[in-house]
């Protein structure tokens, strides 16, 4: 039985042998191709992507919005023709395997397979609509700093069917763009500054407020160059357990609002303390209510 078997697997590899023999031309001349393939698809995409790198190194010289806006169209464009480079390349290296008369046959019916294919592809044609749709409103661009959903980061990279974030820690997200819902650019208009101060019951809150209205303004002056409107104090927004919260409020450049919040509670804190006014934490008064004895009682 072993040397029945031994000798159908010689038999095999043998006639294995003499067919690749037989067709050792046609075959080397198909790897050719395929190795052609795969070189023009790469030099096709190295081309592209000296050319988009250089329209990107040109924007750095124009204004932000603009240098913004070319960035996000050169990583679209880099993209896009990634898919299509790579699609052709396949159906060529496909034809040349022998498959072609299959890929037309499959292309041209319009039969289950095509509608399974179509329902399995909703979810890709929906990321790269929406992609579309995303660059030609303009939503955001690299460079900006948006919340999507509910995910907060710069946007590094758009490409035909994710968006690359950066958030504060460094972390990159990629969100594919058929999940987008709502957008949030925070890079496209004035940013506001809140500052909400806690203030004792005990203090004169007038007073309180003429205090943070001058340290306010004078930090502003300090940081003119990033504010865009001066500080204002709202007055007293809350009366809370244990405080009187006093809110100022400042429209600064966009992104700057944190550190002119930094500053205004550094400002702040400085002038409550040299007017000796401190700043309340929680506290609890007890009460207690001491009963007289009851004559009646026996000592």
Not at 132 to 159: C, R, W
Not at 276 to 295: C, F, N, R, T, W
């Amino acid at each position: 039985m072993t040397g029945i078997l031994g000798k159908t697997i010689t038999d095999y590899f043998n006639g294995f042998l003499s067919t690749l023999a037989e067709n050792s031309g046609l075959l080397f001349w198909k790897g050719v191709g395929i190795l052609l393939i795969v070189l023009g698809g790469k030099l096709v995409l190295n081309l592209i992507s000296k050319l988009t790198a250089r329209q990107i190194k040109k924007s750095e010289e124009m204004p932000e919005m603009q240098a913004r806006r070319v960035q996000t169209m050169m990583t679209m464009t880099r993209s896009t023709f990634r898919y299509i480079v790579y699609g052709i390349c396949a159906l060529m290296i496909l034809a040349q395997l022998g498959f072609g008369n299959a890929i037309n046959n499959l292309l041209l019916s319009a039969g289950i397979g095509s509608l399974a294919l179509g329902i399995g592809a909703q979810s890709l044609i929906k990321d790269v609509v929406t992609g579309f749709f995303m660059m030609f409103e303009k939503q955001f661009s690299v460079g900006d700093y948006v919340k999507l959903d509910d995910i907060e980061g710069t946007v590094t990279a758009t490409a035909m069917r994710v968006t690359y974030l950066k958030n504060f820690a460094g972390q990159q997200i990629i969100i594919p763009n058929g999940t987008i819902g709502r957008v949030i650019n925070y890079s496209r208009m004035d940013s506001l500054a809140k500052v909400t101060v806690g203030t004792p019951y005990e203090a004169d809150s007038r007073q309180v407020m003429e205090i943070l209205d001058q340290a306010a303004k004078a930090y502003a002056r300090q940081v003119k160059e990033i504010i865009v409107e001066e500080p204002k104090v709202q007055g007293i927004t809350e009366l809370a357990d244990s405080s009187v919260n006093i809110t100022v409020i400042c429209r600064t450049l966009p992104l700057r609002h944190w550190e002119v919040e930094r500053g205004l509670r550094l400002a702040i804190k400085e002038a409550l303390d040299e007017a000796g006014i401190g700043i309340p934490y929680p506290q609890q008064d007890v009460h207690l209510k001491m009963e007289a004895e009851d004559s009646s009682q026996p000592n």
